[in-house]
């Protein structure tokens, strides 16, 4: 049955109002909603599930590509997964994921979205019928699931005791929710948490179902450190106006004690200088280790330790990865590899608030590219030819988007120019940085910059003047088609960052 004969079979089409069910008191775990199945239309707006992954386990389900048209469904959901649990269902079609509006992302970025999220991740999804009578009506989906504003999203602050405490009281009630009281100019202030903030976890885990006594236990216990995810009164109002969880994937991060740290190593004639190990990390989990970090060489000119944990190898997850299939990615990276790494310290604070490092990275400074050489037998690989990633544009398919510099002054992806063709296009975006947001996509040809055109002999001038220009910077792209651009990063391509 085709689509359209599936709509005449439904009752007249009403229009669809964006009006979420007011009076949740934790809506983080009023996610799973109830309804009735034989009430189509009790579905008829975007739902949030927040999921849960046990180590060694995934959120239990499965997402299928729907070629030559947008969107991406549900085509499996595994019984006794968080997924079942939490009531998504085969159909259901993902529009977001955390604070990503992915309908019109390429198959794999979507996929490699959830699996950065790490432990937890927070999808919007609509049910099927309801997809199909948005896009009869609106064409796309875009006005159902609305990302939050920069800056008006829940924060992940780290606070440090002073002489005069944390610097908060919290409200009085005997069971949550609980409101934070700042000190003027106290640790809580300085390290980012608004005023008026709603306290939702401490060191990763819920307060919604603690009790007075049981929270003030909690910060004790803390020391003289304690993290917290809290949300403003501006940012529960809008998620409140969305129907939108106060998830913690969705937070950003402020003072944290610790950061990811991204890599750009060019490989010598000794090779990278480095020894990837898997074996269990400090909390007992597997993962893949670097080791045998040789001075003067490659990996330590770009600032690699010996023991640090590898998250990322060219923006996309390893975790869960076996050892073999990351030195595959690893050596399909050729003579140029980037990779995000955690110190221990970092891998602790991360596993602490269970979330995955990969969702700051846009605070994230990354090196300039080394320029040195060095040797690990691990990815010996030669570089693929930059010919074969010349491919021509979508016509027509053009847009524009607008970025601003993240804090670590990045814009959030990398641009590479083709041999074969003149013309710069986008080998890199940085998941969850500004690039990202805007809705940059690996394989996009950059047409213009500032108004300026490019694919002369110019570019790279322009180049130089794009890292000069004054936010925010104006790309007209055209789509290109992602064939072998997905598992390297070409000779010559580099990082886009804000002169300062």
């Not at 996929?111 to 950065?116: E, G």
């Not at 009630?173 to 700042?182: E, N, Q, S, Y």
């Amino acid at each position: 049955m085709s689509a359209f004969s599936y709509l005449r079979d439904l009752p007249p089409c009403r229009k669809f109002e964006f009006n979420p069910k007011l009076g949740i008191d934790n809506p983080v775990l009023s996610l799973a909603e109830d309804y009735d199945p034989s009430d189509l239309w009790s579905l008829e707006r975007p739902r949030f599930y927040l999921l849960n992954k046990e180590e060694g386990r995934t959120f239990g389900f499965h997402l299928q590509q729907q070629p030559g048209r947008a969107g991406h469904v549900v085509c499996r959901v595994e019984p006794g997964s968080s997924a079942q649990h939490q009531g998504l269902r085969e159909g259901d079609w993902i529009l977001g994921v955390n604070n990503h509006v992915v309908e019109h992302e390429d198959y794999l970025m979507v996929i490699r979205r959830i699996r950065a999220s790490g432990p937890r991740v927070l999808l919007t999804v609509l049910a099927q019928h309801v997809n199909e009578v948005a896009r009869a009506q609106r064409g796309n989906n875009a006005h159902l699931c609305p990302p939050l504003g920069q800056g008006v999203r829940p924060r992940l602050c780290h606070i440090v005791k002073d002489e005069g405490g944390f610097g908060f009281s919290v409200t009085q009630g005997h069971r949550g929710p609980f409101w934070l009281v700042l000190s003027t100019g106290g640790a809580a202030e300085r390290a980012g948490v608004p005023p008026g903030a709603r306290l939702l976890e401490v060191n990763g885990v819920s307060v919604e179902n603690l009790t007075h006594n049981q929270l003030n236990r909690k910060l004790w216990q803390s020391g003289k450190q304690v993290t917290l995810l809290v949300a403003g009164p501006e940012v529960e109002e809008q998620c409140r106006q969305l129907g939108m969880p106060l998830a913690a994937p969705l937070a950003e991060g402020w003072a944290l004690p610790t950061k990811p740290r991204c890599l750009h190593l060019e490989k010598g004639p000794q090779g990278f200088g480095f020894v990837l190990r898997e074996e269990k990390g400090l909390d007992g989990r597997l993962g893949q280790f670097l080791w045998e970090v040789d001075p003067g060489l490659p990996a330590e000119k770009a600032g690699m330790q010996a023991g640090d944990r590898l998250v990322a190898v060219a923006g996309e997850s390893v975790e869960g990865l076996g050892h073999e299939e990351t030195v595959s990615k690893i050596r399909a990276q050729g003579s140029r590899v980037s990779l995000i790494v955690v110190d221990p310290k970092a891998d602790r604070f991360f596993s602490m608030v269970r979330l995955s490092p990969l969702l700051f990275l846009e605070s994230t400074e990354a090196p300039d590219s080394p320029r040195g050489s060095g040797s690990a037998s691990v990815v010996e690989s030669k570089s693929p030819p930059v010919e074969d990633t010349a491919v021509a544009p979508v016509p027509g398919n053009f847009r524009q988007c607008f970025l601003y510099p993240g804090p670590g002054g990045g814009y959030g992806f990398r641009l590479s120019r083709a041999a074969s063709k003149p013309g710069l296009f986008i080998s890199q975006v940085t998941l969850g940085g500004s690039a990202a947001q805007a809705g940059l996509q690996t394989g996009d040809m950059i047409l213009e910059v500032n108004g300026y055109p490019m694919g002369g002999d110019n570019d790279l001038k322009r180049l130089q003047q794009l890292a000069e220009a004054k936010p925010p910077l104006c790309l007209k792209l055209a789509a290109r088609s992602q064939q072998g651009l997905e598992a390297w990063i070409p000779p010559g391509s580099r990082e886009v960052r804000k002169k300062r």
